[in-house]
């Protein structure tokens, strides 16, 4: 009967063998004369290492099919018609089936591989098909753990150990021996966290010493020593062959992803990715070889598959260093066949628009991609992708493109963003802002003709329906408009005036705060001050109209001589009236900002260039607008004047011997004004040119002017005011606003008469042709206006005051 025992002598006497190969194969190589001949006797002897090796594996083979035959000969013996009881008939019965089932390769495997383990730590290099042949043998047989972060942690655990002087008790060839049984015992400690079966191995190790056995489960070589050690060169060793054989394996498969089968093609590059997503040293080996060119070649490729994988370990290669990044966008029609790839099936789409992306984060790169037919076009449409990631990405790719030159524009991007920005389906306010926002930014580094065109498209596109999403991001981009507008080009500082004019009507704003200051406030006052275009002009004095009433702003715009350029483009006769007018409209707006009645030293400063006589005569002779914005100038003045209107002083007694004329009064102040000093609008004669103004069609206007003459009747002053009122006959225009289809000139027509009609004698002169109007208004009027009049009509004694109208 062939028994284990009587096989194990020959494989032992192999492995002794091998054992004196590889001591003299170790003392060659020491040697220092005719070491040329030495080195081929060493190869010899390596090669009948292996074929020693081999012999020992067949000798396994032998084994396991003579068991095999033996058990299918036993399985034909008659047990019943031997009368064989039915107990040893069940035990004959089972030793067939384990016998046809013996397998001893794996046992024979593990004694190969724990030899060749031995053979590689006591030597180190062999050759490489010698070191490829180790490794995938243990990861087969053993699965090895390649987990490079725990094996280093077992490394330096190994190194303390040594330290500590607790391995240094074993001899060499107690080491060889329990290196035997470590190289098993050890891949069951790697794995001991996730692999169940790597558990079984150890604890059927643990299991076979406890029962007293003290020889290798593997060779039967009785052992001195039966103490676990952690081997950790072992483990350096196998981590070491892993990576000399995944390197081979990268050199190798670069011929297979060039065949024209497809299968193999994908699952080498199957095979390329996951060496590519393992560690950084294959990345590398990947481009030392070249690879790159390759894979930029299978982008051509029929099959999807091929394309999408070869864009995702590109994808991986380029996130590495910029150096990646240039080698695959120099490659020989390397972008052109990435763009390409843009306009394919979704997920072939994404790779390549992260890979682009990839690319676009280096300068040198970006220069390249600019010169790709069709990229900005088909980046375009994908940010209206339906995935969010997508979308994002093309954005951020199209913002780091938006600051190449005009060559990028010569793709004809524009048109794209454009008709993007156009288009009323767009489902997200936010990427047509986003959109507007690249334009703009194209607009800094293009020529001046499309620079002008973008302009001037956006300063169309502020007037349309969307209006309102583009002109808030456009104001973002308001340091690109304050760079246009120092430009030399006329024509392109124009537009960027007038589209700049335009983004601030929207009124205060803290962005244009970031990017306006003394620099471009000195810009727009240079423009009005030597430009020829009067719509230049205009647009520049509408920025400094609409900025924002920011204290700091002002003061700078006042230390710029503001006031000085204001007065100018008011009494300058010479330029063309019909040109001149929304000039002089942005010229008078912008004052507003300096006659506020919180400041009487700006109000001081404004009266003393002399503009507040130019403001009461642009009350009879300007456009609805600049007689509505110099109203509320002078209304800001006139709060101030009561405060500043000096006392009259009494006559002495010397002023009746010398008959000097005693000092009158303001009629209604009733104290000593003027312009300068108290900004009287009685005294600069603007109370004529008021009430006139009370029967303009424009709401704002007669607003405006009402709001000014109401100054008169503030505080204290109600009946001095009333009387210069009614002298001035503007009380029965005032009345005639309660027919006015404004709402709020209507309540403040009503809150004005309330005061008014508090005087007996205008209540007795007028009261009774606001009668019905009032009562008009408490009949059909709303229910705060109702209240209103009703309460006026009170002071007129036509309704008790506890009417049910005051509910």
């Not at 052109?336 to 790779?351: D, G, P, T, Y």
């Amino acid at each position: 009967m062939i028994t284990r025992t009587t096989i194990m002598p020959v494989s032992e006497l192999l492995s002794q063998n091998v054992l004196a190969i590889v001591d003299i194969v170790n003392a060659s190589k020491e040697v220092f004369i005719q070491r040329e001949n030495f080195n081929k006797f060493s190869n010899y002897l390596g090669e009948l290492a292996l074929i020693l090796k081999e012999l020992s594996k067949k000798i396994g083979e032998l084994l396991e099919g003579s068991t095999r035959e033996i058990g299918r000969s036993l399985s034909l013996i008659p047990l019943e018609s031997l009368g064989v009881c039915s107990s040893v008939s069940n035990e004959i019965c089972q030793l067939c089936k384990n016998m046809m089932d013996a397998s001893y390769s794996a046992a024979l495997e593990e004694e190969a591989i724990s030899k060749k383990i031995e053979l590689r730590i006591q030597k180190g290099n062999i050759d490489q098909s010698f070191e490829n042949n180790l490794v995938a043998c243990m990861s087969e047989e053993f699965g090895m753990a390649t987990d490079r972060s725990a094996l280093n942690k077992e490394f330096e655990e190994f190194r303390s150990e040594i330290e500590d002087g607790r391995l240094r008790s074993i001899d060499v060839a107690e080491a060889r021996k329990m290196e035997q049984i470590i190289a098993l015992h050890e891949q069951a400690d790697v794995a001991t966290c996730t692999s169940p079966k790597e558990k079984q191995k150890r604890s059927a190790i643990e299991k076979y010493f406890a029962e007293g056995k003290k020889d290798c489960p593997l060779t039967l070589i009785p052992l001195d020593n039966l103490r676990f050690r952690p081997n950790k060169n072992l483990r350096k060793s196998i981590q070491e062959w892993k990576e000399r054989n995944n390197m081979i394996t990268i050199v190798s498969i670069k011929s297979k992803i060039q065949s024209s089968e497809e299968q193999e093609v994908l699952q080498s590059l199957g095979k390329l990715k996951d060496l590519c997503s393992e560690q950084e040293l294959y990345r590398e080996w990947l481009i030392m070889k070249d690879y790159v060119l390759v894979l930029i070649g299978l982008l051509g490729a029929k099959n999807r598959d091929i394309r999408t994988i070869s864009l995702d370990i590109l994808c991986i290669l380029a996130k590495d260093s910029d150096d990646n990044k240039e080698r695959i966008a120099k490659a020989d029609h390397a972008l052109e066949s990435i763009v390409c790839s843009l306009a394919r099936q979704i997920e072939e789409s994404k790779l390549a628009l992260q890979l682009l992306l990839q690319l676009s984060r280096i300068d040198a790169v970006r220069d390249v991609i600019e010169h790709v037919q069709g990229c900005m076009c088909l980046l375009v449409t994908m940010l209206n992708s339906d995935d969010p990631h997508a979308s994002k990405d093309a954005q951020e790719l199209l913002d780091n493109l938006s600051s190449l030159d005009q060559n990028m524009i010569r793709d004809r991007a524009l048109g794209p963003l454009f008709e993007l920005l156009y288009r009323h389906g767009l489902s997200s306010p936010s990427l047509r802002e986003l959109v507007a926002t690249i334009i703009m930014h194209l607009a800094v580094a293009t020529c001046p003709d499309i620079q002008t065109s973008i302009l001037r498209t956006f300063q169309a596109i502020c007037q349309s329906p969307f209006s309102p999403d583009v002109r808030k991001k456009l104001r973002q981009t308001v340091q690109v408009l304050v760079q246009l507008c120092e430009l030399n080009n006329q024509t392109v500082r124009a537009n960027a005036v007038k589209l700049f004019c335009c983004l601030t009507k929207d009124g205060d704003d803290s962005t244009f705060l970031e990017h306006v200051g003394q620099r471009c406030i000195e810009t727009l006052l240079g423009i009005i001050k030597t430009s020829s275009d009067m719509e230049e002009i205009a647009a520049s004095m509408g920025i400094i109209c609409n900025l924002p009433k920011d204290t700091q702003v002002t003061q700078w715009l006042l230390d710029a001589g503001t006031l000085e350029i204001i007065f100018t483009c008011l009494t300058d006769g010479n330029r063309n009236a019909s040109y001149k007018r929304p000039a002089v409209e942005n010229a008078v707006g912008a004052l507003c900002r300096f006659t506020v009645s919180t400041n009487r030293e700006w109000q001081k400063r404004v009266a003393a260039v002399g503009i507040v006589p130019v403001l009461v005569q642009l009350l009879g002779s300007g456009t609805s607008l600049t007689k509505q914005k110099a109203a509320i100038s002078l209304k800001q003045f006139s709060e101030s004047s009561a405060a500043l209107s000096r006392p009259v002083k009494k006559p002495g007694v010397f002023s009746y011997c010398l008959a000097a004329a005693p000092e009158t009064g303001c009629p209604a102040h009733l104290g000593i004004c003027s312009v300068e000093s108290s900004f009287c609008i009685l005294e600069a004669d603007a109370l004529q040119p008021l009430v006139k103004m009370l029967g303009e069609t424009d709401h704002g206007v007669c607003e405006a002017a009402l709001e000014e003459l109401l100054t008169l009747i503030d505080g204290e002053k109600l009946q001095s005011g009333s009387k210069v009122l009614s002298e001035a006959n503007a009380v029965a225009p005032i009345i005639k606003l309660l027919s006015s289809p404004s709402s709020g000139l209507q309540e403040k027509t009503l809150k004005a008469l309330e005061r008014v009609f508090q005087v007996a004698e205008l209540k007795q002169k007028y009261g009774s042709s606001a009668k019905m109007l009032l009562v008009d208004i408490t009949q059909r009027g709303s229910g705060g206006m109702k209240s209103l009049a009703a309460r006026v009509l009170a002071r007129l004694n036509v309704l008790d005051e506890q009417s049910s109208y005051f509910g």
